[in-house]
């Protein structure tokens, strides 16, 4: 099926830095979406973003988040300062339609933040 | 307040049985409800979905069952299989105005052979 690419599998820095996680979703899909999960328990969403925008974002979603998709290529998720809440395994989905449609999750980025 | 819940955390089944998930939600507005089935270091993949127009669909060895005045739905898995054991999601989304898929706290599934 449709693959959802995650780099890196894992990231480790120090608190106060930043840190960009990467998403290669789907190629024709249009919707994208970050969400996190701790410790294998709830998927919780973070934002989902169409057509170069954010549609709509979660309290998770701090002023320290942002994201991005420079001409078509990684969808990314930049963390500014981190902060030691921030370690999780964050997860990058595609959707070819809204959230009535199949997302695509890629295998997740575990971030450890120290 | 969880909008979409979960009510159990684990569930140990006998392999030939059939597991039962539950899942509630808040929000008379969501109209599509998936189950998401997640092994161990991999994302969430989409294992079966229901819409708020339907009480049943089934797909092989998995249906959903779905309550619209109850605000309930349960997922069955007939004849269920060690390679069945996973986390389970049950998911919402269809509320004016949001464009989110909103997760339940997952029910963590062990087939026993």
């Known amino acids: 099926g449709p693959k959802v690419l995650q780099i890196p599998s894992h990231q480790i820095i120090d608190m106060g830095q930043m840190v960009t996680l990467n998403c290669d979703p789907v190629s024709n899909h249009l919707y994208f979406y970050w969400y996190k999960q701790i410790l294998g328990q709830q998927m919780e969403f973070l934002v989902n973003f169409y057509n170069g925008k954010v549609m709509e974002k979660s309290k998770l979603f701090k002023d320290q988040f942002s994201v991005e998709r420079p001409d078509g290529s990684y969808f990314t998720l930049k963390i500014q300062p981190t902060a030691l809440e921030d370690s999780a395994v964050y997860f990058c989905?595609?959707?070819?339609?809204?959230?009535?449609?199949?997302?695509?999750f890629g295998a997740g980025t575990r971030l450890s933040v120290l | 307040q969880q909008q979409v819940r979960q009510s159990s955390q684990s569930l140990t089944v006998w392999e030939g049985e059939t597991a039962i998930l539950n899942c509630s939600y808040e929000?008379?507005?969501?109209?599509?409800f998936p189950w998401y089935q997640q092994f161990p270091g991999e994302g969430p993949a989409l294992l079966i979905a229901?819409?708020?127009?339907?009480d049943k669909k089934e797909d092989g060895r998995f249906t959903i069952f779905f309550n619209k005045r109850e605000k309930n739905l349960s997922l069955h898995i007939k004849d269920s299989q060690p390679g069945d054991s996973a986390t389970y999601f049950c998911?919402?989304?269809?509320?004016?105005?949001?464009?989110?898929?909103?997760f339940g706290s997952g029910t963590q599934l062990t087939v026993m052979p």
């Open positions: 929000n008379s507005a969501f109209d599509y």
């Open positions: 998911a919402a989304s269809g509320s004016s105005g949001s464009w989110q898929l909103i």
């Open positions: 229901i819409r708020s127009v339907s």
């Open positions: 989905a595609s959707s070819l339609g809204g959230a009535r449609n199949t997302l695509y």
